[in-house]
T-cell receptor
Framework: QKEVEQNSGPLSVPEGAIASLNCTYSDRGSQSFFWYRQYSGKSPELIMS????GDKEDGRFTAQLNKASQYVSLLIRDSQPSDSATYLCAVMAPTNRDDKIIFGKGTRLHILP | EAQVTQNPRYLITVTGKKLTVTCSQN?????MSWYRQDPGLGLRQIYYSMNVEVTDKGDVPEGYKVSRKEKRNFPLILESPSPNQTSLYFCASSPGGGLTYEQYFGPGTRLTVT
């Protein structure tokens, strides 16, 4: 069973600090990795995608991928109250037939004003 | 505007009464998928479609049907809804193929089965 694991939180971070969200996955063949943000009662919204080892930066967000450790993380710099949401990690893992996308259960992030 | 639309947004129904939730995307995406989201269980995939006329089961397909007769539409059918299908449902689409599985989600349909 392919799995994606996240700490459910809540993770509380002071405003202006760096929030660090982590995700591990079980399938070594996983190729694509995604972070989504979901506000309560709303649909998930894509923040970042990352496909190769290393860091990828987009504004205040940095995604980090380490395939050897099967680990992907999301850093949010200068955290704002509007960043308070649930963050979902998703992984695309090819199967014999097609490609399967698996979501973690999400980490609730709370930015303290 | 590029978007995924779902209808209805809210639905209250009774056990056994067939219903359909529509999903449509205007981005010419190949891949479409249905998820349900329940507290503590996260997003779970119901069915997905890699292309027109190609559908496959996700993790929780029991009690659901889908069809993909056109690229833009991917309706979710509950032939005989039961209370355990009360949930928040999301449709999503992505370009598909290769690494392009960045998904765009619809606004969600909150279904209550009594």
């Amino acid at each position: 069973q392919k799995e994606v694991e996240q700490n459910s939180g809540p993770l509380s971070v002071p405003e202006g600090a760096i929030a660090s969200l982590n995700c591990t996955y079980s399938d070594r063949g996983s190729q694509s990795f995604f972070w989504y943000r979901q506000y309560s009662g709303k649909s998930p919204e894509l923040i970042m995608s990352i496909y190769s080892n290393g860091d990828k930066e987009d504004g205040r967000f940095t995604a980090q991928l380490n395939k050897a450790s099967q680990y992907v993380s999301l850093l949010i710099r200068d955290s704002q109250p509007s960043d308070s949401a649930t963050y979902l990690c998703a992984v695309m893992a090819p199967t014999n037939r097609d490609d399967k996308i698996i979501f973690g259960k999400g980490t609730r992030l709370h930015i303290l004003p | 505007e590029a978007q995924v639309t779902q209808n209805p947004r809210y639905l209250i129904t009774v056990t056994g009464k067939k219903l359909t939730v529509t999903c449509s995307q205007n981005m010419n995406h190949e891949y479409m998928s249905w998820y349900r989201q329940d507290p503590g269980l996260g997003l779970r995939q119901i069915y997905y479609s890699m292309n027109v006329e190609v559908t496959d089961k996700g993790d929780v397909p029991e009690g659901y049907k889908v069809s993909r007769k056109e690229k833009r539409n991917f309706p979710l059918i509950l032939e005989s809804p039961s209370p355990n299908q009360t949930s928040l449902y999301f449709c999503a689409s992505s370009p598909g193929g290769g690494l392009t599985y960045e998904q765009y989600f619809g606004p969600g349909t909150r279904l209550t089965v009594t």
